[in-house]
């Protein structure tokens, strides 16, 4: 079955460790999205990559960072100047622009 | 699992009763809209999508409709069943920009 796989679902940090968020998906969509999910909250967007080998800062890039090598990957890397990272945090992949987003099971990330 | 609930508007309903849940967008300019839905611990799920050059579209058991003038969208559901509980979003676009959404309704139904 084609889908979008987040791992892991949990993941906890301690503080001033970068930890990456994996996200995969064999849909063969072109576009890659990740968003930050907090209780009470929208979903506020990371970064996106439109295309293989290249990526966008979104509204709240700062302290991440995303790279975009093969079109089935995009992980997300949380750095140590992400001042509050403890957060739900999902990818999301669409064929482009015209259509909705498929988003993976999320990953819960907690610092400790 | 996720409590992405929290502090969210809530609408509670009883089993069998007709749900109307809303949104409101904020650029005019959106001509692409969706609602999805989002059970707790999981991602969100795709339920309808209409796009600016109608004001209805019907899926099975749920109708969005939309009102550009007042730029509001809306999720009806019918025959709410328990299972129907989670956290709505409504989601827009403008032209090719990334999707922007709302901050969610709660959806409660009691047995």
């Known amino acids: 079955d084609g889908g979008i796989t987040q791992s892991p679902k949990y993941l906890f940090r301690k503080e001033g460790q970068n930890v990456t968020l994996s996200c995969e998906q064999n849909?063969?969509?072109?576009?890659m999205y990740w968003y930050r999910q907090d209780p009470g909250q929208g979903l506020r967007l990371i970064y996106y990559?439109?295309?293989?080998?290249?990526?966008q800062k979104g509204d709240i890039a700062e302290g991440y960072s995303v790279s975009r090598e093969k079109k089935e990957s995009f992980p997300l890397t949380v750095t140590s100047a992400q001042k509050n990272p403890t957060a739900f945090y999902l990818c999301?992949?669409?064929?482009?622009?015209?259509?909705?987003?498929?988003f993976g099971s999320g990953t819960r990330l907690t610092v400790v | 699992g996720e409590n992405v609930g929290l502090h969210l508007p809530t609408l509670s309903v009883q089993e069998g009763d007709n749900s109307i849940i809303n949104c409101a967008y904020s650029?005019?300019?959106?001509?692409?809209f969706i609602w999805y839905k989002q059970e707790s611990g999981k991602g969100p799920q795709f339920i309808i999508d209409?796009?600016?050059?109608?004001d209805k579209r019907q899926g099975q058991r749920v109708t969005v409709l939309l009102n550009k003038t007042v730029k509001h969208l809306s999720l009806q559901i019918a025959a709410t069943q328990p299972g129907d509980s989670a956290v709505y979003f409504c989601?827009?676009?403008?032209?090719?920009?990334?999707?922007?959404f709302g901050k969610g309704t709660m959806l409660l139904v009691s047995p």
């Open positions: 650029n005019s300019a959106s001509d692409y």
């Open positions: 989601a827009e676009r403008s032209g090719y920009s990334t999707l922007t």
């Open positions: 849909l063969n969509h072109d576009a």
């Open positions: 990559s439109q295309i293989v080998n290249d990526f």
């Open positions: 999301a992949s669409s064929t482009g622009t015209d259509f909705g987003y498929t």
């Open positions: 209409i796009r600016s050059n109608m």
